[in-house]
């Protein structure tokens, strides 16, 4: 994999969130300095920062490797893990915005029960919950990282 296929959805990302922030910026009232420059700018690093870490979750699921600094690597079952949490965060997530339009409409026609109500609030507490179990676990995985494939000289 060369540099360029790693670092493409960096570039991907933030395409697309300084399209999505140019578009949000045309609601946003005020100042111009923050609706056309600052408000892009940051859709745009939140963006790229979403895309980038879906790569690197994927690499953790299907090729069970994670990079880690100083020439190591985890691998295994801990790294399928790890990549399943910070998949299925977003994905859970991503569900639940699309399921906001069904809110909405529930809580202004009054129609929403609490059932529906703690269904809801406890997926976004589980997606909530999936990026630092995520990262517990990386961080508790270190210590254990072996060497990458390297030469020895």
Known sequence: MTKWQYWSPLLVGGVIGEIYGLQAS???GGSPLISMGV???????????Q???AMFAAQALFAAV???PFGKSIRGTK?????FLMLF???IAVFFMLSGAFVYLGGQRHTLTLSWQIWFIG???VAALCY???LAMYLYSLPTAKPDFQIED
């Not at 790294?79 to 990549?83: D, S």
Request: hydrophobic share 65%.
């Open 79 to 83: 790294c399928r893990v790890i990549g």
């Open 132 to 134: 630092p179990a995520a």
């Open 66 to 68: 994670l990079p880690v």
């Open 89 to 91: 965060g977003p994905l």
């Open 51 to 53: 895309l980038q870490l």
């Open 39 to 49: 408000l892009p700018l940051a859709s745009a690093l939140v963006g790229a920062i």
């Open 26 to 28: 045309m609601n946003i």
């Open 123 to 125: 997926w976004a507490a």
